[in-house]
């Protein structure tokens, strides 16, 4: 069991702590940046979550009922290996 007063005095928690504070440092005094991010948080949003509403929808739960899907996806693997 590690003692939580020894791991504040190893080299690893050391290190941690200094990425830590590297990133919110920096993260703090970006100007233009956090835009980016902002942009950027954005983009993912759009591609993950209304893309997925919208172009991908859920074929299994279409085709198959509760319970069967691994019979759904069985039957459909062997029909397109013949």
């Not at 020894?6 to 919110?24: E, M, P, Q």
Request: net charge positive; no cysteine.
């Amino acid at each position: 069991m590690v003692n939580l007063m020894n791991f504040k005095n190893t080299k690893a928690y050391r290190f941690l702590y200094n990425v830590f504070h590297l990133y919110s440092d920096g993260f703090r005094n970006m100007t233009i940046g956090k835009t980016l991010w902002a942009v950027i948080l954005i983009k993912l949003f759009i591609i993950f979550v209304i893309l997925k509403l919208f172009f991908f929808p859920n074929f299994l739960h279409e085709q198959a009922t509760k319970g069967q899907e691994s019979e759904y996806v069985s039957k459909q693997v062997i029909e397109r290996s013949k």
